[in-house]
């Protein structure tokens, strides 16, 4: 599952009995991305165990405010998830390995990221180079989910309604991999599914709202 929070200390309760609900479930949530954890009006900054939620392990990049918008990763803790780490300096992104099988030979790489809408053109090249890195990691399977803050690309017709070269050069990427679209909520917030690749792609297009 994935959110953006704008702003999660104040909704830990909320977060902790919806996750709760679904416990021992068909619904039962294993891995759950949010990003902007840190609010944009206040500079205080939060302990890192406010955040912690029992059961699930936490992968956390940009702490406090002055870093960035904040960004975590919730894991089952049985999933036993490890970070990974990339030497591409891309601002906003956390990223861990799970074993998909009893004698951990395949793994699934997941990935969360946040691209400001305020992005500078350095970042986001950083953003195409990290994405280009990741799918070259021998995994078996990539998840990838976050908010990039494109609203002005139509992803289904994949063409954007401003000329953007960053938004340019993301839509030839997907389409040089053969990307194959799902249907989605809404045009701005779309879910790409990257299938022949086993890439799954969420695009700002959060399932809970909190």
Known sequence: MYTNADSLQN?????ENRLKSKHNTTDEIHI???TEV???ITKCCTEMCEFQISGYDMFFVNQTP???RGIILYVKSDLEATPVFFNVPFQECAWISIPVNNNKKDSMLVGC????PNSSDGN???????????????Y???LILGDFNFPHVNWELECAVQSLPVAAKLLNFWTLLKITFSSSTSESRPE???AQLQIYLTLSSPEMKI
Not at 11 to 15: A, G, V
Not at 113 to 116: A, Q
């Open 113 to 116: 990221l946040y691209r400001s």
């Open 11 to 15: 909704k830990m309760t909320e977060l």
């Open 192 to 194: 790409v599914v990257l």
């Open 38 to 40: 840190n609010s944009k």
């Open 124 to 138: 986001n090249h950083q953003l195409l180079q990290l994405l280009n890195e990741a799918n070259c990691m021998k």
């Open 66 to 68: 002055k870093e960035g």
């Open 32 to 34: 759950l991305a949010i």
């Open 140 to 142: 078996s399977d990539i």
